[in-house]
């Protein structure tokens, strides 16, 4: 019997454009679905996995996780989902199930997570992907599916944490793009006296439509300094070199930072770059540096609800499939306000 093949769009070694590839429909295992993909957010992410910078990719890789898309078949077992449901897929795509945090519910930190990834085997810059059916969300009725798409890994990156330590808090969202107009948007409906903190001044008004209570241009020493001690949690959505020190002295006693994305913060041998002042900053002004990574399912469909409840969409610009190697270098170049969503015919 000759197995049906699956359309997608593949990088075949590290760093390299992503070609036309097929592959044989994989088999369902019990608890899995296969989704037909409608539509699929281009995240910085996938850039990482392009170019491997973490080590943990496979080639040839199909990425894509920022999935939405309809059931088509189901394995064994799976009875929360039924045949057209218009589902959402983000990162993680399965658990191992068995770890201690699985069991407590806490699937995004599975011990085996590097395994656990939506383009395993193959992701979704495709016309189709195969999930645990635990990990494919229904979508709220009249969320658009672009939106929904973005949310699947945005949201869930900036939801959690600010639910978690920000709600009502003085709050600033350092890094205004794709993860930070989502934060800007959740921190406003959670209470927070939100400021929007960028190196790109131009992006002001943009961030106060999105929800911004004030602006703060973090390369301005005089601004940094009238904004001391003036927060108490900084999500930092930003992938770019940033003034660790006076971003610290931003923070009042016993402030957080909350680490949302593959922010360049180094505090390895030597410290951070500023020589030893952040480092005591840390101790003196008894301040935390956290990482959030992901959402359990549970988080992820809380979020899904709390935007749909309070409005809350990203800035979307579609484009077809076939375009993806377009796509990710207009991401590459920062020319994307705020996501870019692929989809299928």
């Known amino acids: 019997m000759v197995r049906p093949t699956v359309r997608a769009y593949a990088a075949r070694a590290a760093g390299s454009p992503l070609e036309p590839f097929t592959y044989d429909e994989p088999d369902l295992g019990a608890g899995e679905v296969r989704v037909a993909v409608t539509h699929c957010g281009l ?26 898309g309809r059931v088509t078949e189901m394995g064994a077992g799976v009875s929360a989902l039924a045949v057209g449901d218009v589902v959402g897929i983000g990162w993680q795509g399965r658990s191992c199930g068995g770890c201690e945090w699985c069991r407590e519910g806490d ?10 990834g939506t383009w395993t085997p193959y992701g979704g810059f495709s016309a ?42 003085r709050v600033g969202v350092v890094g205004i793009g794709g993860l930070g107009h989502l934060a800007i948007q959740f921190a406003h409906a959670l209470g927070g006296d939100v400021t929007a903190i960028s190196t790109s001044p131009e992006k002001e008004e943009e961030a106060r439509r ?11 020493p005089a601004a940094m300094s009238r904004a001391e001690f003036g927060f108490d949690v900084l999500l930092c959505t930003a992938h770019g070199d940033l003034d660790w020190a006076a ?17 360049p913060l180094d505090l390895g041998v030597g410290g951070i770059p500023g020589s030893s002042g952040p480092l005591v900053d840390l101790v003196v002004h008894q301040l935390s540096i956290t990482g959030s990574f992901l959402g359990s399912p549970a988080d992820v469909r809380e979020m899904l609800a709390f935007a749909q409840e309070h409005e809350i969409a990203p800035w979307v610009e579609t484009m077809p499939m ?7 270098e207009r991401l590459r170049s920062g020319r994307v306000r705020y996501r870019i969503v692929l989809t299928n015919e």
Do not use: Q
Request: hydrophobic share 45%.
């Open 43 to 68: 995240c910085f992410t996938d850039v990482h996995a392009i170019d491997d910078d973490f080590g943990v990719f496979s080639f040839p890789l199909v990425p894509g996780h920022e999935v939405v």
């Open 107 to 116: 699937d995004h930190l599975c011990r085996a997570i590097a395994e656990c």
């Open 128 to 169: 189709a992907v195969v999930v645990d059916g635990r990990f494919a969300h229904p979508i709220p009725p009249g969320m658009t599916s672009e939106s929904a798409a973005v949310l699947m890994c945005a949201g869930t990156a900036v939801y959690p944490p600010l639910r978690r330590w920000a709600e009502g808090r």
């Open 210 to 220: 999105l929800g911004a209570d004030h602006f703060l241009v973090s390369t301005d």
């Open 247 to 263: 971003l610290l002295m931003s923070l009042t006693k016993n402030g957080r930072v909350v680490l949302a994305a593959f922010s």
């Open 322 to 328: 076939e375009r993806v190697n377009e796509a990710i």
